[in-house]
């Protein structure tokens, strides 16, 4: 069994800066890209940023210059350093991660969700 578990986000003043973590625990062979996505009231769930395997990021053009994502392998985990933050970045932000579980199949799997709410 493979979950991810969320922490950080909260309640930011417009400027401010968070910090989210995920962390992938259960029987993981590998763990190919992670990714946050968020999702705002009435609107679609939208890629953030994600991050390969090897290292390669992208952003969503909203939030390039001020969001930055990085992993740490040893750990299982992804991270979102979020700086500048505006009030639009209100939202539910999610981790993802596509693992090679330990009978071989690749899922994708999602985190709880975590409230993130930036105030203006």
């Known amino acids: 069994q493979v979950q991810l578990v969320q922490s950080g986000g909260g309640l930011v003043q417009a400027g401010g800066s968070l910090r989210l973590s995920c962390a992938a625990s259960g029987k993981i062979f590998r763990i190919n890209t992670m990714g946050w996505y968020r999702q705002a009231p009435g609107k679609q769930r939208e890629l953030v940023a994600s991050i390969t395997r090897g290292g390669s990021t992208n952003y969503v053009d909203s939030v390039k210059g001020r969001f930055s994502i990085s992993r740490d392998d040893a750990k299982n985990t992804v991270y979102l350093q979020m700086n500048s933050l505006k009030p639009e970045d209100t939202a539910v932000y999610y981790c993802?991660?596509?693992?090679?579980?330990?009978?071989?199949?690749?899922?994708?799997?999602w985190g709880q969700g975590t409230q993130v709410t930036v105030s203006s």
């Open positions: 993802n991660a596509e693992i090679w579980n330990d009978i071989g199949n690749t899922l994708n799997y």
